[in-house]
């Protein structure tokens, strides 16, 4: 048996940014954050909020083919850049680090606060 299908799970990267592109855009995130995270660098958590809350308005692979033959002759009214913001919260604990972040009060604070943010029509959808 290859040592590499023994090796190959201590080397498994998920595609984060992938997997919340794939997320409808009525999906409200709430993403919480150790600034002193030594696992998970904030700087990511960053760039992975950025990924999840600008996305494509239009995301091409599933385009009606009519809406597809409107944009090739220029038809369509929609700007092909336009932009869609995703609902949400990405809030930084500044003394979290990747096993504490839970202990601090602020993190509960930031969880209790998004529920009761959620309304009755955002989770309808």
Known sequence: MP????VAPFFRQWDSARTLKRLPHSVSLLMLS???DEIIPPEHMR???EVATTLPAF???RLSSVLRWK???GLSKADKGAR???LGQFVEIPQGSHN??????????AIEAFLESLTIETCAK
């Open 47 to 49: 760039q992975l909020w």
């Open 71 to 73: 944009r090739r002759k």
């Open 100 to 109: 504490d972040t839970w202990d601090d009060p602020a993190y509960w604070d």
């Open 59 to 61: 995301p091409t692979p």
């Open 3 to 6: 040592v590499f299908s023994f």
């Open 34 to 36: 150790g600034r002193k």
């Open 84 to 86: 869609s913001t995703r």
